[in-house]
C-alpha cells in the first residue's frame, strides 16, 4: 500500500506531505482546487512522462517522494529484487525533473531508468480513471481480464503450450533444412544444382583474384613500362652511354693499376661495376624484348576478374569462402536427395503436435469459459445492486476449429468480446457500442470487485470512475469501495458524500492565497471536519439537521 506521498513543486503545490490509510482515502475539493495534481504526482512518481510544465511557476526543480509497505513475497518486491535491490518489505521511489528536462530516479535509494521503475510500479498500483474505461474495449485486454480471474489454472496450461510450441518450433526448423514441403525441396535442389554448377564452372583457385589484378595492372602499363625500359637500357649500352664510360675509366686506371694497391683495388671495382652495369642492360633489354600487348590476354584477364567478383558478391569474400561455400552446397544438395523418408517423419510428428496443440487451446478454453461464466453472473449481481436492474452481460467466445485455430501462441487460440446489454428487450451487443458513460463506471466497479486481491496489486487509484452515478446508486458504489478495500487500499478522487462517508481517511483538496501567490493544500478532516464536507458535497446548508444527517450517512457504513 501507499503509506506516504511527499511532493514538492508541483503546479500548485509548493509542499504537500500526506499519510495515507491502508484502506479506502478519499479525495475530495472544489472543482480546479487540484485533486487532479495530486493524481498526475502519484502517476509521475510511478514512472509516466514527465514534463517542464508540471514544475511550479518560479522553482527550477520539482520532485516527488512515494513510500509503499508491501508484502515480501509480493510481486512487487520480487521485481525490486530482480533489479538486484533490496526491499525488505518497504519500496520507497524518488523521482526529480528540473527545469533543463533532466530528471532523475531513485528506488530504495539505486539509481534506475523510467522503464526498470515501470516494471515495478505496474506490479504495485492500478490507476483507474474515466479515460481508462477504454482498457476494456480491447477485446484482447478483456481476455486479459479473464485470466487474470483464472490465475494459475491458466498459467499451467499456458505453460504447457509454450513448451509444446518449442518442440514444434524445433521441428520446423528441422523441416526448413530438409527444404520443407516436396515444392519447396525441388526448388532448392534446382538451386543447390545451380550454384554448385556455376561455382564448378569457374575453376578458381585461391590467390588468383589478387594474380589477376596485378596481371591487368602490368597489362593497362605496357606502353609505359616499354618506355621506361628501352630508356634505361639505352642510358647504359648506347654509344657513348654508361657501359662505356666505365670502360674508358677502368682501361685509364688499368694503366696504373700495378703502381699501387690502391689502384689495383679500384681497378677491380670498376670492372665488377663495367659487369654489373653491362648485365643490368641486356637484361633490360631482354625484358623489353618480351614485352608485349596481347588484346586477347587482355580480355580474359577483365572477363576472368568479372567473373570472380560475381562469384564473391554471390557466395562470399573471398576464394576461399567461395569454396567453403561450394562444399556446404554439396552436402546440403546430397542430404536434400535424401531427405524425403526424414521429412514424412517430421511432418507427422508435426501433425501430432498441431493435435497436441488444439487440445491444450481447448483445455484453456474450458477454463477461461467457467471463469467467465461465473464473471458474468457475479457481474450481473453487481450491476443490479448499482441500478441497472435489467443488465445482461456475457462473455462471447469465438468457436475454436483448428483449420482456423493460432497454433503458434502459448496464450491460446481463443477470440473474445464482451456483450452488453443495460435495458430490457435489449439484444446483447459489443461493450463499447452500447455501454454510456454513467453505465461504464458502474461496469468498471463491479470488473473490479471480481479482480480485488486476484492480481497481487497493493493499490487500486480511482480518478472520478463515480462520474455519473447519484442517488441510492452512489450508496451502493460506497459500499463497493468498501469491500474492495477490504483487500486492497483504495485511493479515490470523488464528488459523492456516500463514498466521502464511507472513507477511512478523507483528505480535503483546496486552493489559498499565502504571500501574493496562490497554492494548494491537502489536509486529512478530522471527524467533525468530515461531517463538514459531507454537507458541502449535498449541497446543503450548515444546520443542526444537515450535521445530524452527515452523521447518520458515516454511522451507515461503520457499522
Known amino acids: 500500500m501507499l503509506s506516504r506521498l511527499h511532493i514538492t513543486n508541483i503546479a500548485l503545490i509548493d509542499s504537500a506531505d500526506i499519510q495515507f490509510d491502508g484502506r479506502l482515502n478519499v479525495l475530495s475539493g472544489e472543482t480546479g482546487s487540484g485533486k487532479s495534481v495530486i493524481l498526475d504526482s502519484i502517476n509521475f512518481v510511478l514512472g509516466s512522462k514527465a514534463d517542464k510544465s508540471m514544475i511550479r511557476y518560479g522553482e527550477s526543480e520539482a520532485s516527488v517522494r512515494?513510500?509503499?509497505?508491501?508484502?515480501?513475497?509480493?510481486?512487487?518486491?520480487?521485481?525490486?529484487?530482480?533489479?538486484?535491490?533490496?526491499?525488505?518489505?518497504?519500496?520507497?521511489?524518488?523521482?526529480?525533473?528540473?527545469?533543463?528536462?533532466?530528471?532523475?530516479?531513485?528506488?530504495?535509494?539505486?539509481?534506475?531508468?523510467?522503464?526498470?521503475?515501470?516494471?515495478?510500479?505496474?506490479?504495485?498500483?492500478?490507476?483507474?480513471?474515466?479515460?481508462?474505461?477504454?482498457?476494456?474495449?480491447?477485446?484482447?485486454?478483456?481476455?486479459?481480464?479473464?485470466?487474470?480471474?483464472?490465475?494459475?489454472?491458466?498459467?499451467?496450461?499456458?505453460?504447457?503450450?509454450?513448451?509444446?510450441?518449442?518442440?514444434k518450433k524445433q521441428i520446423l526448423k528441422s523441416i526448413?533444412?530438409?527444404?520443407?514441403?516436396?515444392?519447396?525441396?525441388?526448388?532448392?535442389?534446382?538451386?543447390?544444382?545451380?550454384?554448385?554448377?556455376?561455382?564448378?564452372?569457374?575453376?578458381?583457385?585461391?590467390?588468383?583474384?589478387?594474380?589477376?589484378?596485378?596481371?591487368?595492372?602490368?597489362?593497362?602499363?605496357?606502353?609505359?613500362?616499354?618506355?621506361?625500359?628501352?630508356?634505361?637500357?639505352?642510358?647504359?649500352?648506347?654509344?657513348?652511354?654508361?657501359?662505356?664510360?666505365?670502360?674508358?675509366?677502368?682501361?685509364?686506371?688499368?694503366?696504373?693499376?700495378?703502381l699501387s694497391e690502391e689502384y689495383e683495388?679500384?681497378?677491380?671495382?670498376?670492372?665488377?661495376?663495367?659487369?654489373?652495369?653491362?648485365?643490368?642492360?641486356?637484361?633490360?633489354?631482354?625484358?623489353?624484348?618480351?614485352?608485349?600487348?596481347?588484346?586477347?590476354?587482355a580480355q580474359y584477364v577483365e572477363e576472368r576478374i568479372e567473373l570472380l567478383r560475381g562469384l564473391m558478391k554471390k557466395y562470399g569474400a573471398d576464394e576461399e569462402s567461395i569454396l567453403a561455400y561450394l562444399e556446404s552446397a554439396r552436402t546440403r544438395y546430397d542430404n536434400l536427395l535424401n531427405s524425403a523418408e526424414q521429412l514424412e517423419k517430421l511432418n507427422a510428428g508435426l501433425s501430432q503436435i498441431d493435435d497436441k496443440i488444439f487440445a491444450l487451446c481447448n483445455k484453456l478454453s474450458q477454463e477461461r469459459k467457467e471463469c467467465a461464466d461465473k464473471l458474468s453472473s457475479n457481474v450481473v449481481e453487481q450491476l443490479k445492486s448499482l441500478n441497472i436492474p435489467d443488465a445482461k452481460f456475457v462473455v462471447q467466445f469465438t468457436p475454436l476449429d483448428k483449420a482456423t485455430a493460432n497454433l503458434n501462441s502459448a496464450n491460446g487460440s481463443d477470440s473474445i468480446c464482451f456483450m452488453f446489454s443495460a435495458n430490457k428487450g435489449?439484444?446483447?451487443?459489443?461493450?463499447?457500442?452500447?455501454?454510456?458513460?454513467?453505465?461504464?463506471?458502474?461496469?468498471?466497479?463491479?470488473?473490479k470487485?471480481?479482480?480485488?486481491?486476484?492480481?497481487?496489486?497493493?493499490?487500486?487509484?480511482?480518478?472520478?470512475?463515480?462520474?455519473?452515478?447519484?442517488?441510492?446508486?452512489?450508496?451502493?458504489?460506497?459500499?463497493?469501495?468498501?469491500?474492495?478495500?477490504?483487500?486492497?487500499?483504495?485511493?479515490?478522487?470523488?464528488?459523492?458524500?456516500?463514498?466521502?462517508?464511507?472513507?477511512?481517511?478523507?483528505?480535503?483538496?483546496?486552493?489559498?492565497?499565502?504571500?501574493?501567490?496562490?497554492?494548494?493544500?491537502?489536509?486529512?478532516?478530522?471527524?467533525?471536519?468530515?461531517?463538514?464536507e459531507i454537507i458541502r458535497l449535498t449541497g446543503s446548508v450548515v444546520s443542526t439537521v444537515a450535521r445530524e444527517h452527515a452523521k447518520q450517512l458515516i454511522a451507515q457504513f461503520n457499522k
Open 265 to 297: 683495388k679500384i681497378y677491380n671495382r670498376l670492372e665488377n661495376l663495367y659487369a654489373e652495369a653491362d648485365d643490368i642492360a641486356q637484361s633490360l633489354g631482354d625484358l623489353a624484348d618480351e614485352l608485349t600487348f596481347d588484346e586477347r590476354e
Open 449 to 532: 470487485t471480481q479482480l480485488k486481491g486476484i492480481n497481487g496489486i497493493s493499490t487500486y487509484i480511482f480518478d472520478e470512475i463515480d462520474a455519473g452515478i447519484s442517488g441510492m446508486t452512489a450508496r451502493t458504489v460506497a459500499q463497493k469501495f468498501l469491500d474492495i478495500s477490504r483487500d486492497t487500499q483504495i485511493i479515490a478522487v470523488s464528488h459523492l458524500p456516500q463514498v466521502c462517508a464511507a472513507s477511512h481517511a478523507q483528505f480535503l483538496i483546496y486552493k489559498t492565497e499565502e504571500n501574493s501567490k496562490t497554492v494548494t493544500r491537502v489536509k486529512r478532516l478530522t471527524d467533525g471536519e468530515k461531517v463538514d
Open 176 to 258: 526448413a533444412e530438409l527444404g520443407g514441403d516436396e515444392q519447396e525441396r525441388a526448388r532448392q535442389l534446382d538451386l543447390l544444382d545451380y550454384q554448385i554448377k556455376e561455382i564448378e564452372a569457374a575453376d578458381i583457385r585461391a590467390g588468383e583474384y589478387e594474380e589477376l589484378i596485378a596481371r591487368r595492372n602490368l597489362i593497362n602499363n605496357t606502353e609505359k613500362i616499354l618506355t621506361a625500359l628501352s630508356g634505361a637500357s639505352d642510358a647504359l649500352s648506347s654509344d657513348g652511354g654508361c657501359v662505356d664510360l666505365i670502360s674508358m675509366a677502368q682501361r685509364q686506371v688499368g694503366g696504373v693499376s700495378e
Open 426 to 447: 435489449e439484444p446483447l451487443k459489443p461493450l463499447s457500442k452500447v455501454i454510456s458513460g454513467g453505465e461504464m463506471s458502474r461496469f468498471m466497479l463491479a470488473i
Open 66 to 167: 512515494a513510500e509503499f509497505e508491501v508484502d515480501p513475497e509480493s510481486p512487487a518486491a520480487k521485481a525490486v529484487e530482480e533489479l538486484d535491490i533490496e526491499c525488505g518489505g518497504q519500496i520507497i521511489i524518488t523521482r526529480k525533473y528540473n527545469a533543463e528536462g533532466r530528471g532523475s530516479i531513485k528506488l530504495n535509494g539505486n539509481t534506475v531508468t523510467a522503464a526498470m521503475l515501470k516494471t515495478v510500479t505496474s506490479r504495485l498500483v492500478d490507476v483507474h480513471g474515466q479515460s481508462e474505461h477504454f482498457f476494456l474495449m480491447s477485446e484482447a485486454n478483456q481476455l486479459k481480464v479473464i485470466d487474470g480471474l483464472c490465475g494459475g489454472k491458466a498459467d499451467k496450461i499456458k505453460e504447457e503450450l509454450s513448451a509444446v510450441i518449442a518442440q
